[in-house]
């Protein structure tokens, strides 16, 4: 319902529920979703889990409520007298008519500037090919001497040289000192980079800290670090900060890793499986020897028991040449012998023909015989039968009763008159005889 509803009439009185609610949507409708800064006090957090309070500056405050499953959300816990940047949509509690801010996020003052500075330089440098996958070097697999760029106070070093005596304790390490916080850092660790590569005395280069807030970690967001480790000969993997922190630096190395131990773990190779893989290999080779020799020696016999002297393999050669020969002979003497079968049978089943050749042609003679006389029989009998219906025929002619002195009667329809009683005095009727036909006429009828 829209704020001018409520002022149609002038004479409307309003309740005060319907005013603020009113009000809420009017606020809610045109104020868009803004980030606001200032100080928390009165801080609340309520046992349903949603946190009030007021952000405050010196001269004026507003009520704040973050809902649970919005602070729930939050990497690091508010306190009162924090200074912070909220993204909130303005709106107005109607049971009390207190204008008030939803929160949706909140970060720290600062951050906001800090992250649009991040993410332009991430685009230039991007853009330009700094961070493309085809630049990436691979890393040594056994590197003869590891850099590492860090502070010597850093936690981070502590952890990557436990990690590297540990999987490797030959290497030898090389430090290039330098600040990771503070001003000027940036620079210094730029130039411990471009130094490393001017000694060109290590394989890989380790750059790592500890893990901070975005301003802890800022000297690794500058382009001058970006842009000497881009241009470094060497290998460079990141450790920088926790898993979740992503530094410029991370998208410049050649590999990233999610934190400094991890970096290390990833310079160089972890001596107990390299021992592993070669106990297995070791356990590989000689099982492959020993069934190769295995082998060897079962070819060795096979070839042994096929080696013959020459006169013994000739005379073997001479009783199989017998063999073949014996068996072609007989095989010849089966053909001469199967083929001459074949002629006896054949030479009787041409006998048996002939013999059955004159016994099918008096057959022959007999059945052309019997069929011309059952022929002039069924002529015969065809004939009187036909001379037999010509006579009835004739018999059922009616001329032939006619000619007896009958006559045929028909009206003047045609129809033949068989009573008397179907005529009428003075019909006209038509007399046929055996020879010509009259028309009369009734004169009387009885």
């Known amino acids: 319902m829209s704020f001018e509803l409520f002022f149609e009439e002038k004479s409307r009185v309003l309740r005060v529920a319907e005013l603020n609610f009113a009000i809420k949507q009017l606020l809610e409708s045109n104020v868009p979703l803004l980030w606001v800064r200032g100080e928390i006090s009165n801080l609340v957090k309520a046992a349903?889990?949603?946190?009030?309070?007021?952000?405050?500056?010196?001269?004026?405050?507003?009520?704040?409520?973050?809902?649970?499953?919005?602070?729930?959300?939050l990497g690091n816990p508010v306190s009162n007298g924090q200074l912070v940047e909220v993204l909130a949509v303005a709106t107005l509690y109607e049971q009390r008519g207190d204008f008030q801010l939803t929160v949706e996020q909140i970060r720290q003052a600062g951050l906001g500037i800090l992250y649009e500075q991040f993410e332009r330089l991430k685009q230039l440098l991007e853009g330009q090919g700094l961070f493309a996958a085809g630049r990436k070097r691979a890393l040594p697999a056994f590197p003869e001497r590891i850099g590492i760029i860090t502070s010597p106070q850093a936690a981070a070093l502590r952890d990557v040289l436990a990690t590297l005596r540990q999987r490797l304790p030959t290497v030898p390490v090389v430090l290039y000192p330098a600040p990771v916080q503070g001003a000027g850092s940036a620079e210094k660790i730029a130039a411990a980079i471009r130094l490393a590569n001017q000694r060109a005395e290590c394989e890989v280069l380790i750059l790592c800290r500890g893990g901070g807030s975005i301003e802890d970690l800022w000297a690794f967001n500058e382009e001058c670090v970006a842009r000497a480790i881009a241009a470094s000969a060497i290998p460079v993997v990141s450790g920088i900060g926790h898993e979740t922190d992503f530094t410029i630096a991370d998208f410049a190395a050649d590999d990233r890793a999610p934190t400094p131990t991890a970096a290390a773990q990833r310079a160089v190779p972890d001596r107990h499986a390299l021992v592993e893989r070669l106990r297995d290999t070791a356990q590989h080779l000689h099982r492959a020897q020993r069934n190769r020799m295995r082998n060897a020696m079962q070819t060795l016999d096979y070839l042994q028991r096929r080696l013959v002297h020459p006169a013994q393999q000739l005379q073997r050669q001479k009783q199989q040449f017998g063999q073949l020969q014996q068996r072609m002979q007989r095989a010849f003497a089966y053909c001469e012998q199967h083929k001459h079968w074949q002629w006896q049978t054949l030479a009787q089943r041409l006998r048996a023909a002939g013999s059955d050749f004159a016994r099918l042609r008096d057959r022959q003679v007999n059945l052309a015989q019997r069929l011309t006389k059952a022929?002039?029989?069924?002529?015969?009998?065809?004939?009187?039968?036909?001379?037999?219906?010509?006579?009835?025929?004739?018999?059922?002619?009616?001329?032939?009763?006619?000619?007896?002195?009958?006559?045929?009667?028909?009206?003047?329809?045609?129809?033949?008159?068989?009573?008397a009683g179907q005529l009428a005095v003075g019909a006209e009727l038509r007399v046929t005889f055996a020879s010509g036909w009259a028309r009369t006429r009734v004169q009387e009828k009885g």
């Open 375 to 419: 022929m002039h029989v069924t002529q015969a009998r065809q004939s009187g039968r036909v001379e037999n219906a010509a006579q009835h025929l004739a018999l059922l002619n009616p001329k032939q009763v006619l000619a007896r002195g009958y006559s045929l009667v028909q009206d003047a329809n045609g129809s033949v008159v068989m009573d």
């Open 48 to 73: 349903s889990g949603h946190y009030y309070f007021s952000l405050k500056d010196d001269q004026a405050q507003v009520r704040c409520v973050m809902f649970r499953h919005k602070n729930q959300l």
